[in-house]
């Protein structure tokens, strides 16, 4: 083969950064490697994104990219558009002309995978996703090769740094949920749309993926319970660090031995000081899988940004190169990941955890005792209670609770706020250990 | 092809646990994977150590390890016997006999990688070490894999368990050296005779590896500066742990751009409490890698024992596997892995470093005059300077210095230990930041 042809569709943060890496990187991957990678295409409407990206000599840059990926000669496309309007569209079109495809775009592999992972399969090609899932770290690298001689248990991720930059910052400064958002605006760590972020869906998409590949199933973010950190407030920040707690936004999958289905969900969770996922700050990110061979492995770092993000494109073009070379385009099969092979997501009521409970109560005598009450009538065991000494009328109580069902709290969390002393609804927040 | 058969040698502690995964797993790579893996041949000496074992009903036990692996339908051959005496040569001879190659044997590859990899180039099959280093975790695979668009500019790893575990120990109990190594004997934890562990050699081994592979050249074990951790005193960990620091043995593997050699070192050094490897503790193992595109990525996890290290075996014996139903044996390239291209070794005297000493000195007017003096004169600025108020006659008087090249403290400690007033040698830890 004279040389393997590349076409970045996108060269915006993303696609900038990889066309930078992969012209830097490309005599060492020709000379060293013996893969006779080749930048023959990049699409970007906005030509002013390339003037500052110099470009090999021989490649050619298209405003439509219609035009790169149909190009006779082409055998890699990238898709770094990012969204799943005409990224869709153009990864579709890329597959049917038996283009082995790389993209990064989480919402598009967690929304259309799928239809695309089908497609690629009918048409003899592979589609990666490595910059999908945790930016630089390699994760799906982890799962679908590290791992493969394990059936892994479970994984826990923070996978999302602009909420990890936003609980950091609460838990450092004791600062209140919006003035945080606000800051990380302005220092760029959070969208002037922070809603995918904040709300949990991004941590969603990487979760579904993953739980994906973990099950050998397609797991459907649509169906995955997800809650975002929007709700958190200093005070339960406060309270967490006191009882030896961080919060944290967290992908939580946990498959049991023998069941069907899997658990797959995205909350806020407490973390105990010494959780090795605890001390993971800012924007960083960390991965922790659970294999039953191997037990705990964690893969931890930048999860998102210009460079982080190329590395993992540009080790999956690497990847497909090599693929391509020796015409194993089934290597990392993944007929398993459409529609009609659909898991079953653990029906939230039957989640088992211990609880935080913070109620916002009437500052009267026996409101205690009533709580109390109510959580043992629906078998719900007190770890520890903190209430301060306080003159106001209207006080916190924090509950921490052994393991419970999700149904039984939720239950009872009903018939306390349907009290009169009860003034508002309760935080809950679910204690991973 | 009907089946790739697999020949394990050895059925110790990692050979038992890679046979009883792959047996566990193999009909999971055959449905899900589409590899047809068969556990061909265990060869063992040891019939006892196959009682506790379950084996496929097809497969063959042999004494002679040779027999297996002269077979003509075994395609992989495990060898899990250790050492570099027999298993060299058994390893040439699979290779000779044009078989591939799964090690988990860190020393062969450290000492015999050059003509072992230069043979299976030769007979056009592969090498694969994974479990060499790291044992369950992601490292060989993360270096000429996940991170291949990055220059590894660095990489500091804790990868050995026994050292970190004494270490461990020694600093939260602020017991000595010799009952922290006695008691980790008993537990299980440290070999009968340590020498390979506490004097640097496992890790010097595995830093060895990875520094080959970073560089792109063969860096040899024998070339490298290693120091182990049998020096270390409890008053030294009190020292550190007073200043803010923790001491750990490491590997350090460094790269300057345009340099042609390499810093490749293994010694105990002071690492802030801050610093992501301060909290890797016990018997688990880290590797931190920076990438001059992804920046700081680590894994962390289990660096030995059965079954991680049989989960790194079986995740390479699935990688060969791949190759083979590709004939791909040439995915990987590891011919620069010789004696004609090895590395030089950046010269001691160069590296460039803050540091901890600890002079023992008899406690009078003076001295610690004359040794500020001694180090001012080679150019050392002091950081910090700690001694304590004492009645006895021999005092240590520890001092942090700032950024100062090996040779400059080595020329002033050698003119401060000619003093009369020094009673002992000085204690060097190199500080890492």
């Known amino acids: 083969m004279d040389s393997i042809n590349i076409a970045v569709l996108g060269a915006g943060t993303v696609g900038g950064g990889t066309i930078k890496l992969l012209n830097k990187q490309l005599s060492f991957f020709q000379k060293k490697l013996g893969l006779p990678l080749r930048l023959a295409y990049v699409a970007e409407k906005n030509t002013f994104a390339l003037e500052e990206i110099s470009l090999p000599a021989d490649t050619t840059v298209v405003e439509d990219a219609e035009i790169a990926l149909r190009a006779k000669d082409v055998h890699i496309v990238v898709e770094l558009i990012g969204g799943t309007g005409i990224a869709r569209e153009l990864v579709r079109t890329a597959l049917e002309e038996k283009k082995h495809v790389v993209t990064a775009n989480k919402a598009l592999i967690a929304h259309h995978g799928p239809e695309l992972f089908s497609l690629a399969e009918k048409q003899g090609v592979s589609l990666y996703f490595e910059a999908s899932v945790g930016g630089g770290m390699p994760t799906i690298k982890t799962i679908r090769e590290a791992l493969v001689g394990n059936e892994i248990l479970s994984v826990t991720s923070i996978i999302n740094g602009t909420c990890n930059y936003i609980l950091s910052e609460m ?92 658990d797959a969900r995205v909350h806020p969770v407490m973390l105990s000081n010494d959780h090795i996922l605890a001390n993971v700050s800012d924007v960083l990110n960390a991965v922790l899988f659970e294999g039953d061979a191997v037990g705990p492995v964690m893969v931890y770092g930048p999860g998102a940004g210009e460079m982080p993000t190329a590395s993992a494109v540009v080790s999956d073009i690497v990847d497909v190169a090599r693929n391509i070379m020796a015409q194993d385009e089934k290597r990392i099969p993944m007929g398993y990941y459409t529609e009609a092979n659909k898991a079953t997501i653990t029906d939230d009521a039957e989640i088992e955890s211990r609880y935080y409970l913070r109620f916002t109560v009437n500052n009267k005598p026996g409101v205690l005792g009533k709580i109390a009450d109510t959580l043992a009538t629906h078998g719900i065991s007190i770890a520890s209670v903190m209430q301060e000494e306080n003159e106001v009328s209207i006080v916190s109580i924090v509950i921490l609770t052994f393991t419970a069902t999700e149904k039984n709290v939720k239950d009872a969390l009903q018939e306390i706020e349907a009290s009169e002393e009860v003034e508002a609804y309760t935080q809950l927040i679910r204690i991973e250990d």
């Open 171 to 262: 838990t450092e400064k004791g600062a209140d949920f919006n003035n945080t958002l606000r800051e990380a605006q302005r220092l760029g760590y959070a969208e002037a749309d922070p809603t995918l972020d904040i709300e949990g869906g991004d941590t969603g998409h990487k979760n579904a993926i993953m739980a994906s590949l973990l099950l050998g199933k397609y797991v459907s973010y649509d169906d995955m319970k997800i809650e975002g950190i929007k709700g958190l407030t200093a005070e339960d920040i406060a309270f967490a660090g006191r009882l030896g707690y961080v919060i944290k936004l967290v992908g939580i999958i946990k498959k049991r031995a023998g069941e069907k289905c899997i």
